[in-house]
């Protein structure tokens, strides 16, 4: 084997490394997190982008013309934008001003989407359950439910998820057994100091833990978002039955 296909096989051989997660700027929003498909804009004119949205470190000059995909808006006006540079391929950061108009309202209706998203994940960080959530929300929260249930009427179709809260309660046993206890002697002025093992006759116990039930959730959708919960005592959405919107439709 000559030295160069002993190269190429060495390097075959080691671990492709993971790519590198999003460092997610403050005060962007990402359009991955709501699975939009991509939004396309045109470049007006050869524009400067960034790696930060301070601009404080440059990326290159974007190419024009070309159509670039926004991947984040910010709300100092900046846009995340994967395209070509003359530099090279780019992500980087952009001035709006640079690009075609977005769809109408669509950074407002994006805020909106990104709002409810934090309100969403701050409930299934705490395993609750509010009016408006999506089914792949409720499941994320509570889990796999007990029991799925379709009910149709004139209204319509209802899912219905039943959950059941449990608690592991311990129970002790005692039996009869052989006991140990260590005795101490602090000695004195004609007498050493020391510790001894006593046994004897006695009882042992055990402790094991059972899981009893202590409350119940009924969670209902219809139209594919939870229009009701019916709850009883030790459930796990707390006392106060919250309420999001429904998920935004940005474009």
Not at 6 to 31: K, M, T, W
Not at 169 to 194: E, M, R
């Amino acid at each position: 084997m000559n030295r160069l296909a002993l190269v190429l096989a060495i390097a075959c051989s080691l671990p492709i490394a993971n790519a590198a997660p999003i460092i997610r700027e403050p005060g962007a929003i990402y359009l991955s997190d709501f699975a939009l498909k991509p939004l396309r804009l045109r470049v007006l004119e050869p524009a400067p982008c960034y790696f930060d949205i301070t601009q404080s470190r440059f990326a290159g000059t974007l190419r024009f013309p070309q159509t670039v995909q926004v991947e984040a808006v910010a709300d100092n006006g900046m846009f995340r934008v994967r395209g070509n540079a003359r530099q090279g391929g780019v992500v980087a950061w952009v001035n709006g001003q640079f690009l075609e108009a977005p769809p109408e309202r669509f950074v407002d209706t994006l805020k909106k989407a990104e709002q409810r998203r934090l309100e969403v994940e701050a409930l299934i960080s705490r395993n609750e359950v509010a009016l408006g959530m999506t089914p792949e929300e409720v499941s994320r929260s509570l889990g796999k439910p007990q029991k799925k249930t379709n009910r149709a009427n004139k209204e319509g179709t209802q899912q219905i998820w039943e959950y059941v809260k449990y608690e592991l309660v311990p129970q002790t046993t005692y039996a009869p057994g052989y006991t140990q206890s260590v005795v101490s002697f602090p000695g004195g002025t004609n007498a050493p100091s020391g510790t001894v093992v006593q046994g004897g006759a006695g009882f042992t116990s055990s402790t094991i833990y059972v899981k009893v039930p202590v409350g119940t959730l009924t969670v209902t959708f219809r139209d594919g978002l939870v229009d009701s919960l019916d709850q009883s005592e030790g459930t796990t959405t707390g006392g106060q039955v919250s309420v999001v919107i429904p998920p935004v439709n940005v474009y």
